[in-house]
Nanobody, 126 residues
Framework: QVQFVESGGGLVQAGGSLRLSCTTS????????VGWFRQAPPGKEREFVA?????????YYGDDVKGRFTISRDDAKSTVDLQMNSLKIEDSAVYYC??????????????????WGQGTHVVVSA
């Protein structure tokens, strides 16, 4: 069974940085295009944050995080990281990573992803 696992969440002051990491077991990691989404508050629609292609050469970002967040992948370590800088209070959310094998391209829509992690909490304080 494929499981995605996020780590790196926590509490940080506004203006600070956090680095989230996503990994999985199952298929070789290079088979997945991976995306990050966030949700706040619970029950609200998941918002697209960033996504990276299977090869790592294409990445997309949500408008709210462009210029502040960077997505990267290291297939040797089976990880996709989300470096978050200049964090704002409104970045507080549960962050989820997700993987899909249907397309090599990054996807912006949550329903196009096959596998999800349980989420990691990010809280940005004033």
């Amino acid at each position: 069974q494929v499981q995605f696992v996020e780590s790196g969440g926590g509490l940080v002051q506004a203006g600070g940085s956090l680095r989230l990491s996503c990994t999985t077991s199952g298929l070789p990691f290079s088979r997945y295009a991976v995306g990050w989404f966030r949700q706040a508050p619970p029950g609200k629609e998941r918002e697209f944050v960033a996504a990276i292609s299977r090869s790592g050469d294409i990445s997309y970002y949500g408008d709210d995080v462009k210029g502040r967040f960077t997505i990267s992948r290291d297939d040797a370590k089976s990880t996709v990281d989300l470096q978050m800088n200049s964090l704002k209070i409104e970045d507080s959310a549960v962050y989820y990573c997700a993987g899909q094998v249907t397309s090599s391209a990054p996807r912006l829509t949550p329903t196009l992803y096959d596998y999800w992690g349980q989420g990691t909490h990010v809280v940005v304080s004033a």
